[in-house]
């Protein structure tokens, strides 16, 4: 009977360790995390347990990437102390945030109780979110913004995001007279939000033969650099794997008729999207700083970008633009390396492997920049006329996050939305699950390390005993880690990399 009750409670992944800065949390009302400058510091003591274990796993890993000078590899661990300083006075945005990181948990844990508990509270931010809308005003922008934004990446189907980001446009719209003040003005600018558009067509923009000629040259030339990157993993099991795994994506759409709809091209992009969010924090939370990590990283941003013109009526801000920054961070690293004369042994190599990535980068930063010249014109129309009266044009829609949906939206829980030209080339796998597998050969590691020139194994931690969460004594120290990757020229760290990183699950959950 206890071992049935265990199983109907949310998998939040406590460890000893977890357990007791939680408790102590609560007891003394300390933020473990100062280092996150979350401010004003709300009554901790009065949150219950369990939120305080979801609040502790998304700052503990936006704690441990900050120090480490990662942040900016990854799509949303610069802006995660913003959204809960924010929280502490707006309820709603708590609950976003809560809800996101639930969402990671589940996708960790495998657990449908987690996953029931991300959209428990989810549902609470967007019916916050509802009433905040009512009240609208220059107070509350940044935070109805912010839980827009978080809840956009929660979402996981196409009517849910569209919803939410045409209502995100509206936000925006309004907030025009003091934008430059508002503390997200850098990721506005930097996500392009307000030049996203989404498709009116719902049968999807025509796919002619040219285009689809365009488009299987795309994916031919991305998946032979996926390739040739592939070989020189080999002796890294876990980024050899992820690689298989993007390479198998790529092949997939090769092999997969085109997206007749907008509902499609998100199915089609989901998986990969969800990737860019989760697999950056495992990778640079489980390995050796490796310029090898870089590499990997560099190329499933590349994919997000490379793929912006086969799903236009999805828009590039669901995936490309997300995928932009953190790939400009790496080009910016590999060009400091290159550099430096003390590691010219890796120069040759870098340039080559990073040729796609940079030059997919300078062209998508072309084009962006063209874009937003574009909408200059438009925005001082808008702020001619004045700022918009209320939110008439607002349109959320708030069943998105109902419970009783889950386990139906997700592609994770539906057959594969990519639709095969034929059979065979699907192989022997079911459709279900085929690309949305992490790498079997991995998937219930811990915080095992490997290394390029070491080749070391794999090993296998179960969850229980995993030192996943915990921070495992000290950081390395300061010297060691000014400038990750070497901004002065240091590769990367010897000794283990910092804890507080959840394994890689068996299956893609949303």
Request: hydrophobic content about 40%; charged content about 15%; aromatic content about 12%.
């Amino acid at each position: 009977m206890e071992d049935a009750t265990q199983s109907q409670q949310p998998d939040l992944m406590w460890t000893p360790e977890v357990e007791r800065s939680v408790d102590m949390w609560q007891q003394t009302g300390q933020f473990p995390f100062p280092q996150l400058h979350v401010y004003p510091q709300p009554d901790w003591s009065s949150y219950p347990r369990d939120d305080l274990r979801l609040l502790h796993h998304v700052c503990q890993i936006a704690d441990d990437m900050i120090t480490s000078k990662s942040s900016k590899l990854t799509l949303w661990i610069e802006y995660m102390p913003r959204f809960i300083g924010l929280a502490t006075s707006h309820p709603f945005l708590m609950h976003a945030v809560l809800g996101f990181s639930a969402t990671h948990l589940a996708w960790a844990s495998q657990s449908q109780e987690t996953k029931n508990l991300a959209f428990h509270h989810s549902g609470l931010a967007l019916n916050g979110l509802h009433d905040a809308l009512g009240a609208f005003s220059k107070q509350n922008s940044d935070a109805v913004l912010a839980s827009s934004l978080l809840l956009s990446w929660q979402a996981n189907d196409w009517h849910g995001w569209s919803s939410l980001m045409t209502g995100t446009k509206t936000v925006l719209s309004n907030m025009q007279p003091w934008k430059q003040e508002s503390i997200f003005a850098d990721y506005i600018a930097s996500q392009g939000l307000m030049s996203h558009q989404i498709s009116g067509h719902s049968s999807g923009t025509a796919v002619t033969p040219e285009t689809r000629q365009q488009h299987l040259l795309i994916l031919q030339n991305l998946h032979a650099s996926l390739q040739r990157l592939q070989t020189i993993l080999t002796s890294n099991e876990e980024l050899a794997s992820w690689m298989q795994q993007l390479q198998s994506y790529v092949q997939r759409l090769q092999s997969s008729s085109p997206a007749q709809t907008a509902e499609q091209q998100f199915s089609y992009l989901y998986v990969l999207r969800k990737w860019l969010f989760w697999v950056p924090i495992k990778l640079l939370g489980s390995q050796h700083r490796d310029f090898s990590v870089l590499l990997v990283l560099a190329y499933f941003y590349t994919t997000a970008l490379a793929l912006e013109p086969l799903f236009p009526d999805v828009g590039a801000g669901f995936c490309a633009n997300l995928g932009l920054f953190p790939l400009e961070e790496i080009v910016r690293i590999t060009n400091t390396l290159q550099a430096n004369q003390s590691f010219a042994q890796n120069t040759q190599f870098a340039a080559v492997m990073m040729e796609l990535p940079r030059g997919t980068a300078v062209k998508y930063r072309q084009w962006m920049d063209w874009r937003r010249r574009q909408l200059e014109s438009e925005e001082m129309r808008v702020m001619r006329r004045g700022p918009a009266q209320g939110l008439p044009s607002f349109d959320f829609d708030f069943n998105v996050f109902d419970s009783s949906k889950v386990g139906s939206l997700s592609p994770a829980f539906a057959p594969s939305p990519l639709t095969p030209v034929s059979a065979h080339s699907m192989g022997e796998r079911s459709p279900s699950n085929y690309y949305l597998e992490v790498p079997v050969t991995y998937g219930g590691l811990g915080s095992d390390t490997y290394s390029m020139t070491s080749g070391a194994g794999s090993g296998y931690t179960s969850p229980a005993a995993s030192p996943a969460f915990p921070r495992a004594g000290s950081m390395p120290g300061h010297d060691q880690m000014e400038g990750y990757y070497g901004e002065y020229g240091q590769l990367g760290y010897t000794t283990a990399p910092p804890s507080g990183f959840v394994p890689a699950p068996s299956t893609m959950w949303t």
